[in-house]
């Protein structure tokens, strides 16, 4: 294993660019003509561009023209899956688990997830999502593509009861050896799948591990009405309630997509709230047809951490967190019949500070404040798809691109500048994943690593 350190970042000023501020509460808004003074990865000052002489010692980035933005934080994904981008459409939930993505993630190999982890990095920078939340196979390959290329991860190994007492136990040396490394930039959760795909005794055991090493769960739980209803036909408790009783809230959990929710459940979360958080992946649900939608309203009314994610490729089809904070943002509106909730700022948020919740990093990213970790993100919004410029968090949410991304800083790190990357080899990457694609694709074996009947 190589820790891969990138070296110390040293000092760093943003110069001239506007900033968004983003409050814990109440409206966000932008602070014209600033300096983002960095220091050793830590945003020292945020001040009026030309408040004090630059002394000549540190690297310096134009942001002239620019929005400065907190990383985008996507809070649930399995990034290696951009290799199966696109092959799995217009089929049912039921068919694209068993007939078409459980049969070719069955051909994954330690290598493959290494190919498609680093593409998807790449992927990421690009869009500014300077961190991630994954959940995955071949977990340390994942840890080295973030340790590489300067990103921000927790990475959660996949666990499912049939891998036996070995996985799990495999689960855990993962956490115990990659916890806290490149830097701090690689953080580590346990990732029990599903409460329907590991059994009550595993989640124990789990959640068990999870206070002792003092880490969190991350794991897909109430993806939907169906789940829910099927749980409480089978065992008379939903699949919240199985958390609850299995001891995962209590340990820390970040719940994948919640759609299945229901009232009785809001108040064994609102318990664990300070430590509960609930990604909503919207493309997802209205690429599969599903309803309900995640219940934000009533989760943020609970006190309960409301994050945005893509999901992994084979179903979002990007890792663009723009597009999921955009379709959060509308399919909320719609949902609860108010075009007046889920503002503008609301939404950049919950993309932003919470996400940094919902990955147990609130006091480190997800603002730009003298303190914070320097995950910064320069916007340029001068396109004609943004302009008139009338408000610049509503083109923010509505209007901006991943394109729209010009430099992505992290830990004080210029990972991309002027639209160049810097820590990865693009076009290798993307000639190795296509070296690969026909083989993960082949699903004529008839193997699958689960079958999906929750």
């Known amino acids: 294993m190589s820790d891969r350190t990138p070296p110390s970042a040293g000092r760093l000023l943003v110069r001239g660019c506007d900033v968004l501020r983003v409050p814990p509460e109440g409206a966000c808004e932008v602070l014209p003509a600033r300096d983002i003074v960095v220091a050793d990865g830590v945003i020292e000052e945020v001040r009026p ?73 790449a992927e ?66 346990l990732g029990p799948h599903a409460p329907y795909t590991v059994n009550d005794a595993d989640l124990r055991t789990l959640a068990g591990h999870a206070r002792e090493l003092g880490l969190r769960i991350h794991i897909h739980a109430a993806e939907h009405a169906e789940q829910t209803q099927s749980s409480l036909e089978r065992r008379g408790i939903t699949p919240i309630r199985v958390l609850y009783e299995t001891g995962v809230l209590q340990a820390g959990a970040l719940i994948a997509h919640g759609c299945g929710i229901v009232e009785q459940d809001l108040p064994l979360l609102a318990e664990y709230a300070s430590t509960t958080a609930v990604a909503c992946c919207p493309k997802v649900y209205l690429k599969h047809a599903l309803s309900p939608l995640t219940p934000v309203r009533e ?80 916007t340029d919004l ?25 430099t992505v800083i992290v830990d004080g790190r210029v990972l991309m500048r002027d639209g160049r990357l810097l820590t990865v080899d693009e076009p290798a990457l993307l000639a190795e994943a296509e070296a690969r694609v026909a083989r993960i694709l082949d699903t004529s074996h008839g193997r699958a690593v689960q079958h999906y009947d929750p």
């Not at 933005?69 to 068919?95: C, F, K, Q, S, Y």
């Not at 068993?98 to 290598?111: F, I, Y």
Request: aromatic residues 6%; charged residues 20%; glycine residues 10%.
């Open 382 to 406: 001068s396109g004609a798809h943004c302009r008139p410029l009338h408000d610049p968090r509503a083109a923010l949410v509505y209007s901006a691109r991943a394109s729209d991304v010009r």
């Open 49 to 121: 561009t030309g408040a004090a002489p630059d002394d000549g010692t540190a690297e310096v980035v134009d942001g002239r023209g620019l929005l400065a933005v907190p990383g985008l934080v996507n809070a649930h994904t399995h990034i290696p899956m951009v290799l199966m981008r696109g092959a799995a459409e217009d089929v049912t939930v039921e068919a694209w688990f068993n007939e078409r993505v459980w049969p070719m993630e069955s051909n994954l190999t330690a290598a493959d997830v290494r190919a498609g982890a680093r593409l998807a990095c």
């Open 299 to 378: 989760l943020l009314g609970a006190g309960v951490t409301v994050a945005v994610g893509t999901d992994g490729a084979a179903g979002h089809n990007t890792l663009d967190v723009w597009e999921a904070l955009r379709l959060l943002a509308l399919t909320q509106k719609q949902a609860v019949r108010d075009a007046t909730w889920m503002t503008v700022s609301d939404t950049l948020r919950l993309a932003m500070r919470g996400g940094a919740r919902a990955l147990g990093l609130a006091n480190r990213i997800g603002a730009l404040e003298p303190g914070m970790r320097a995950d910064i993100v320069l």
């Open 124 to 189: 990421m920078i690009r869009s500014g999502v300077t961190a991630f939340a994954d959940h995955y196979f071949f977990p340390e390959q994942i840890a080295e593509a973030v340790a590489e290329t300067g990103l921000r991860a927790d990475i959660a190994p996949t666990y499912f009861s049939s891998g036996g007492q070995e996985s799990l136990e495999a689960g855990v040396r993962f956490a115990e050896t990659w916890h806290g490394r490149a830097a701090g930039r690689v953080t580590v959760s």
